[in-house]
């Protein structure tokens, strides 16, 4: 049987992605993506306008979110909701919450990397959000390269803004329970984003696996724009062992900033049930809706 196209991670400009809503829909269509959902940070702003650019060009459409959670012993860890129902309160409710920390961070931030010499971060961030509520490290990551400090995004955030650099600042974001309490109450299926990306031990890596399954989630994303060849086999296995759905998702930013194109992705790797098995009647709704 043929492979679906199926893109489950992207973001536009309501979070840090470089597109509209509606750009991002019109690339996925002539990339030929099948089923697409758009999953800006902390945020569903953008679901409406992309929702109507889908309905226009005929592509499924499933409405997304990328929550940011902090996990075990303050690690970011980012829980995808799919097929959520984008009025639920409980779930806007909690998503207003999760952004209300971030502008106080980023004051912090631009307050850090005043210290190491890159002035006016804060304001210079400030001109590439999309939306006053979003301001995320990306656009701090812009504004740098911006400036001549750096020749590109990956580069800010291994000299400034990962973990453990000067640019980074603790954050509390959702909890785990939270996230997944919110994409199940409204409707929709949990997966972890990206589970390469988390400089976990395996024992940690057992113990959120195992705690996000008995919350509820369902699914990972065994294909991801961060995921290396070996890190799609490991996660394959993990998808395998733990009963896991498993999700195709580029995380698509835009172009220069990403390393995989939306729809761009290979096919699942076989004996894994894909995430869109259990969503193909949400998705029908949402796109009649
Ligand atoms: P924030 O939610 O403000 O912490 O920003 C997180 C975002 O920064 C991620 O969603 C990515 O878009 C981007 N990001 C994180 N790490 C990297 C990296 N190493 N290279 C490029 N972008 C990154
Ligand atoms: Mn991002
Ligand atoms: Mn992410
Ligand atoms: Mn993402």
């Not at 800006?40 to 409406?48: C, I, Q, V």
């Not at 057992?206 to 919350?215: D, G, I, N, Q, V």
């Not at 896991?244 to 076989?270: N, T, Y």
Request: hydrophobic share 40%; charged share 25%.
């Amino acid at each position: 049987m043929r492979a679906l196209n199926a893109d489950l991670h992207c973001h536009s400009t309501v979070s840090d992605g470089l597109l509209a809503p509606a750009d991002v829909v019109r690339r996925a269509h002539a990339n030929g993506v099948e089923l697409l959902a758009l999953t800006d940070h902390d945020e569903t702003g953008g679901l409406a306008e992309a929702r109507t650019m889908a309905l226009e060009l005929g592509v499924p459409f499933l409405n997304g979110v990328e929550i940011s959670i902090s996990w075990g012993d303050d690690q970011t860890v980012h829980i995808i909701g799919l097929g959520i129902d984008p009025d639920n309160e409980v779930l806007l409710d909690g998503l207003r919450n999760v952004r209300s920390g971030r502008d106080s961070r980023a004051q912090r931030m631009a307050d850090e990397l005043d210290k190491v010499g890159i002035h006016g971060a804060y304001e210079g961030a400030r001109k590439y959000v999309g939306n006053p509520a979003l301001v995320s490290r990306s656009h701090f990551a812009r504004y740098i390269v911006e400036s001549g400090y750096a020749a590109d995004v990956k580069s800010v955030f291994d000299h400034w803004l990962a973990k453990g650099k000067p640019g980074y600042v603790e954050h509390t974001w959702a909890s785990l329970s939270d996230a997944v309490r919110w994409i199940v109450g409204a409707g929709g299926v949990a997966v972890i984003a990206h589970p390469g990306r988390y400089r976990l031990t395996s024992g940690q890596r057992r113990k959120l696996f195992t705690e996000f399954k008995a919350l509820g989630g369902r699914g990972i994303e065994v294909l991801s724009g961060s995921h290396h060849d070996d890190e799609v086999r490991e996660y394959a296995r993990i998808a395998n062992e733990y009963g896991f759905l498993a999700s195709r998702a580029s995380d698509f930013h835009g172009v220069g900033e990403s390393r995989v194109d939306i729809g761009k992705l290979p096919d699942l790797p076989e004996q894994l049930t894909p995430v869109w098995t259990v969503l193909e009647d949400v998705t029908c709704i949402r796109l009649v809706s």
